[in-house]
Nanobody, 123 residues
Framework: QVQLVESGGGLVQAGGSSRLSCAAS????????MGWFRQAPGKEREFVAA????????YYAESVKGRFTISRDNGKNTVYLQMNSLNPEDTAVYYC????????????????WGQGSQVTVSS
């Protein structure tokens, strides 16, 4: 299995940028597709972005397309989420997740999860 630890986030002004990192340990990182999800208070966890095992394919929710970029560095066992043009609707706890197999936007398809990192966007 793989262990995931997020870092980054915090308080950001609307229109600003922030970058989340997710460091993996355990089994070979390149085995896993990686995803970012977020959960706002009172809402369900939702898909944000995903990347395949070697970074050749990326996927985004419509709400973040053009503003967020997912990337990975297999040499550092780390996946990133660069977030630009943030707005208050992006406020949530952000989670990284890992799965083997095909691409999925469903949280229940991801077997491994980090602890979450709070991102708060002030207006």
């Amino acid at each position: 299995q793989v262990q995931l630890v997020e870092s980054g986030g915090g308080l950001v002004q609307a229109g600003g940028s922030s970058r989340l990192s997710c460091a993996a340990s355990g089994r070979t990182f390149s085995r896993y597709r990686m995803g970012w999800f977020r959960q706002a208070p009172g809402k369900e966890r939702e898909f944000v972005a995903a990347i395949n095992q070697f970074g050749g394919s990326t996927y985004y929710a419509e709400s973040v397309k053009g503003r967020f970029t997912i990337s990975r560095d297999n040499g550092k066992n780390t996946v990133y989420l660069q977030m630009n043009s943030l707005n208050p609707e992006d406020t949530a706890v952000y989670y990284c997740a890992a799965r083997e197999g095909l691409h999925s936007t469903r949280a229940q398809d991801y077997a491994y999860w980090g602890q979450g990192s709070q991102v708060t966007v002030s207006s």
